[in-house]
């Protein structure tokens, strides 16, 4: 079974640019998550999706971070524009209800 | 609000030296303890979920048991591919499927 594909791996840019990430969910998993993990931390959610419909975004920068899962597939998460403290490790994952959650591997933003 | 918090921040062991790991919380209303293990440069893979207080899980050379306040990960004879950060979240059961993570341990065995 193909896990949690998400791109790009890596990515710098500098403060004020625009940057996106992509996700991939495991087949038939309705729920599809967003977490951020900077360095030495444990990852925080960001944004939750159930399907294409937002369940959680409490702790989501709506100024600058934006999401959306069209289809209830794919989704991608938008960074306008960077701060430098927005460096960190992207993390998708999905879901089914309220089992056991799986992660891609992750997308490292350096924001210079 | 949800706490988790982990330590040590950071372990040493010798290959074959058992110890633990422990993970406190503060949640009103727990559905779920979740342990991962995150290796550099890649995302978290699940190791266990515990439900209720006096539960047991076992994988290998790791144990995982939980109590009303705590969770502790038991590494017994670790080896070297043991070396990860482990890291345990909690599922309030009142906040979808959220999960709330501590800050990790990073376990470093010797040969």
């Known amino acids: 079974e193909a896990g949690v594909a998400q791109s790009p791996r890596y990515k710098i840019i500098e403060k004020r640019q625009s940057v996106a990430f992509w996700c991939n969910p495991i087949?038939?998993?309705?729920?599809l998550y967003w977490y951020q993990q900077i360095l030495g931390q444990g990852p925080k959610l960001l944004i939750q999706?159930?399907?294409?419909?937002?369940?959680?975004d409490s702790q989501l920068p709506k100024d600058r971070f934006s999401a959306e899962r069209l289809k209830g597939v794919d989704s991608t998460l938008k960074i306008q524009p960077a701060k430098l403290e927005d460096s960190a490790v992207y993390l998708c994952a999905s879901g089914l209800l309220a089992l056991e959650q799986f992660f891609g591997p992750g997308t490292r933003l350096t924001v210079l | 609000e949800d706490q988790v918090t982990q330590s040590p921040e950071a372990l040493r062991l010798q290959e074959g030296e058992s110890s633990s790991l422990n993970c406190s919380y503060t949640?009103?209303?727990?559905?779920?303890l979740f342990w991962y293990r995150q290796d550099p440069g890649k995302g978290p893979e699940f190791l266990f979920t515990?439900?209720?207080a006096g539960e047991e899980k076992e994988k290998e050379r790791l144990k995982a048991t939980l109590t009303k306040k705590e969770s502790f990960l038991h590494i017994t004879a670790p080896k070297p591919e043991d070396s990860a950060t482990y890291l345990c979240a909690v599922q309030h059961n009142n906040a979808g499927n959220m999960l709330t993570f501590g800050g990790g341990t990073r376990l470093m065995v010797k040969p």
């Open positions: 515990l439900y209720s």
């Open positions: 087949s038939g998993h309705a729920t």
């Open positions: 949640v009103s209303g727990l559905r779920g």
């Open positions: 999706f159930q399907n294409n419909g937002v369940v959680d």
